[in-house]
């Protein structure tokens, strides 16, 4: 399995997330981020093209080295200067206050204590800051939702951590966010991986 998780599973991961209707996403919400950011997850960066000028300083977190390091390249390409840090979003190495925006796409399904994680999200956003998110989770359809319980136990080791039945939205409010400009959506493909969570939050 370290192979796998080491070598393997980062260039799956890097190949799906390449997806032209998840660039819709990206292009929405990294495009809306501004000041300093700090990107959890930021994984082999695919979000870095679509910053804009008013993202003064970009920090990426993510506990992958591999997928730091693919990152870094991906940074160059994209002419960003991006500060990186190797950890989890459950201890965000970062004082209080200190971040404008912090952006979370496809990443919220893979953290072991994502209630943990939105307390740290929290607790480094300046007052007034806003958490940007594009998630996949939890389908409102009954039929879905149950095959979304049944895979998560299968799925969940062949795929970095990731659960299907996060309820995204919930998970958000319950971290004390105000949820704004908030979507939700199937994309195509199987529902049980496309309903797509999508906006911005602010402390409340
Ligand atoms: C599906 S990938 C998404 C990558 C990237 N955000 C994107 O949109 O392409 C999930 C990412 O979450 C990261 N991750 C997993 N556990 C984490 C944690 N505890 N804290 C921060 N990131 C984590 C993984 O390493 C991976 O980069």
Redesign the pocket.
């Known amino acids: 399995m370290g192979f796998y998780c080491q070598r393997v599973f980062p260039r799956l991961?890097n190949f799906a997330?390449r997806n032209r209707e998840l660039a819709r996403y990206r292009r929405r919400i990294v495009g809306a981020a501004q000041g300093e950011v700090l990107e959890?997850?930021?994984?082999?960066g695919?979000?870095l093209p679509f910053y804009p000028a008013s993202a003064a300083r970009v920090v990426g977190?993510?506990?992958?080295p591999e997928?730091i390091r693919m990152a870094r390249a991906a940074a160059v390409r994209a002419g960003r200067e991006v500060e990186f840090l190797t950890g989890?979003?459950?201890a965000i190495p970062l004082a209080d206050a200190s971040v404008d925006t912090v952006v979370t796409?496809?990443?919220l399904c893979?953290?072991?204590d994502p209630a943990v994680?939105l307390r740290e999200m929290r607790r480094v956003l300046k007052p007034g800051g806003r958490l940007l998110f594009a998630e996949h989770g939890l389908a409102p359809d009954p039929g879905v939702r149950r095959w979304q319980h049944r895979l998560t136990p299968l799925w969940r080791p062949i795929a970095?951590?990731?659960r299907l039945d996060r309820p995204i939205a919930e998970l958000i409010r319950a971290g004390g966010f105000e949820l704004k400009d908030f979507s939700a959506e199937y994309l195509r493909g199987p529902k049980v991986m496309t309903y797509i969570y999508a906006g911005s939050a602010e402390a409340g």
Do not use: F, H, K
């Open positions: 991961l997330m959890i997850g930021i994984g082999s695919l979000n977190l993510d506990p992958a997928l989890s979003a459950e796409t496809w990443t893979s953290i072991d994680a970095g951590g990731c």
